[in-house]
């Protein structure tokens, strides 16, 4: 479809009729400016305006998009402009289909990739313990794919604390030293890739054999440590959580 050839065409048409621009603006109708442009080149008119144009001037829309009334020496040509819009269009549609597909596949291996590395990766648990001599409030560990914090919160005892060392049972019985500390304030993190005190891979089993050494003026007691899991991002989203 040559915009110049169709625009010829129409002004010859319009010419044809005795119609002035405007009159031809009004029938269809659509501004003189838009009439202008077509005539000249500058644009074309949108399918549904066609329709109107092959009624007032009496063509087919196959000789207004090839710029040329039928005769015997281009009615192949012309009879051809269908099926080649066809084939187009066509195509244009394969290459959507297949645009859309390869976006669809991206998000599926997106989405494949965060339910994987997220799902149930987000943890939550408190610690919270009371005996003869001590008492802990508002513990809290938090576990990510990253990150890990853990805090042991508020620590109240009737006796005076020298140390506190707090530590899990390796899989070969053997103690592995998490902190030591000579006050009540046990906070710390660590990050993936640094394994300063976890070893990512295995922080359930940390989790469920973590014990606490307290050190008192007369005497040492081992407490073995029971965090309550209170939140895991069980869905794709992370949500709010209250505990």
């Not at 002035?20 to 009004?26: E, F, I, K, N, P």
């Not at 998000?107 to 990766?121: D, E, Q, T």
């Not at 070969?172 to 300063?196: A, C, I, P, Q, W």
Request: with cysteine; proline share 1%.
């Amino acid at each position: 479809m040559e915009q110049k050839r169709m625009g010829l065409l129409i002004k010859k048409l319009r010419e044809k009729q005795n119609l002035t621009q405007q009159q031809l603006a009004d029938m269809i109708p659509i501004s003189r400016e838009a009439i202008s442009k077509w005539e000249r080149g500058k644009t074309c008119p949108d399918y549904e305006v066609m329709l109107k144009l092959s009624k007032i001037f009496d063509v087919t829309i196959d000789e207004l998009l090839y710029g040329e009334v039928k005769t015997k020496n281009n009615i192949d040509k012309i009879d051809s402009i269908t099926l080649n819009l066809w084939q187009d269009r066509n195509k244009k549609q394969k290459l959507l289909y297949i645009s859309w597909g390869i976006f669809g596949l991206v998000v599926g291996l997106f989405l494949i990739y965060y339910f994987f590395s997220y799902f149930r990766a987000i943890n939550i648990y408190t610690i919270n313990l009371q005996n003869a001599n001590l008492k802990i409030t508002n513990g809290m560990v938090v576990t990510t794919p990253e990150k890990v914090y853990f805090s042991l919160g508020n620590i109240t005892t009737n006796k005076e604390i020298k140390m506190l060392e707090l530590y899990y049972i390796d899989k070969d019985n053997s103690e592995r030293l998490l902190t030591t500390t000579s006050n009540k304030n046990v906070f710390f993190s660590d990050s993936l890739g640094y394994n300063e005190y976890f070893e990512f891979k295995i922080l359930d089993y940390i989790w469920k054999n973590i014990y606490l050494k307290v050190t008192y003026d007369d005497y040492k007691e081992i407490i073995k440590l029971e965090l309550d899991n209170v939140y895991v991002n069980n869905n794709l989203g992370i949500k709010a959580f209250e505990f």
